[in-house]
T-cell receptor, first 116, second 114 residues
Framework: AQKVTQAQTEISVVEKEDVTLDCVYE???????LFWYKQPPSGELVFLIR??????QNEISGRYSWNFQKSTSSFNFTITASQVVDSAVYFC?????????????FGTGTRLQVTL | EAGVTQSPTHLIKTRGQQVTLRCSPI?????VYWYQQALGLGLQFLLW???????NRGNFPPRFSGRQFPNYSSELNVNALELEDSALYLC?????????????FGEGTRLSIL
């Protein structure tokens, strides 16, 4: 069975601080996909990134970066120089390859509060 | 390009009633997913429809059902509503039903049961 753990329930930082959101996953599949989503107060989940299990390259997109390490089953998300607009709940999610396994298994989310 | 649209945005029902939620996927997307986000329970997978067929179902009772229409829009039906059904119901769509395709979400329908 798949499982995603986000141990940090809530994080508060001051604007311009860097912050890392942790994600640890469990799966028996050798091929799987990891995702990060952002949920602002409006409720809509906004897709941020997808990572394949066979691609361990880290990725940077502006102030966002992701560190994928299969050895520790982790897919951590770092926001550099955080801004108030980054305040939201962030979800890490896992899906397995194809077939009937196309559902997303979500972690419980990390609420990020960025203040001035 | 229009995103995933859901209707209604808010709904108030009483116990025992029935409700229908609607979802229109992004143009070109054939797969539609439904998730429940209840307080304290996180995001739970409900149903997945692809090409008009139910492909997968989460751990929910049969009173949760749905369908997908030829234009790929979808409905979620919940019968015999219970207080615990109060939640945000999110619909998502993807290009095809493969695990590598990102799912894009609507803003959800917030259902309150009195």
């Amino acid at each position: 069975a798949q499982k995603v753990t986000q141990a940090q329930t809530e994080i508060s930082v001051v604007e311009k601080e860097d912050v890392t959101l942790d994600c640890v996953y469990e799966t028996r599949d050798t091929t799987y996909y990891l995702f990060w989503y952002k949920q602002p107060p409006s409720g809509e989940l906004v897709f941020l990134i997808r990572r394949n299990s066979f691609d361990e390259q880290n990725e940077i997109s502006g102030r966002y970066s992701w560190n994928f390490q299969k050895s520790t089953s982790s897919f951590n998300f770092t926001i550099t120089a955080s801004q108030v607009v980054d305040s939201a709940v962030y979800f890490c999610a896992l899906s397995e390859a194809g077939g009937t396994a196309s559902k997303l298994t979500f972690g419980t989310g990390t609420r990020l509060q960025v203040t001035l | 390009e229009a995103g995933v649209t859901q209707s209604p945005t808010h709904l108030i029902k009483t116990r025992g009633q029935q409700v229908t939620l609607r979802c229109s996927p992004i143009s070109g997307h054939t797969s539609v997913y439904w998730y429940q986000q209840a307080l304290g329970l996180g995001l739970q997978f409900l149903l997945w429809y692809d090409e008009g067929e139910e492909r997968n179902r989460g751990n929910f009772p049969p009173r949760f059902s749905g369908r997908q229409f030829p234009n790929y829009s979808s409905e979620l039906n919940v019968n015999a509503l219970e207080l615990e059904d109060s939640a945000l119901y999110l619909c998502a769509s993807s290009l095809e039903g493969q695990g590598n395709q990102p799912q894009h979400f609507g803003e959800g329908t917030r259902l309150s049961i009195l």
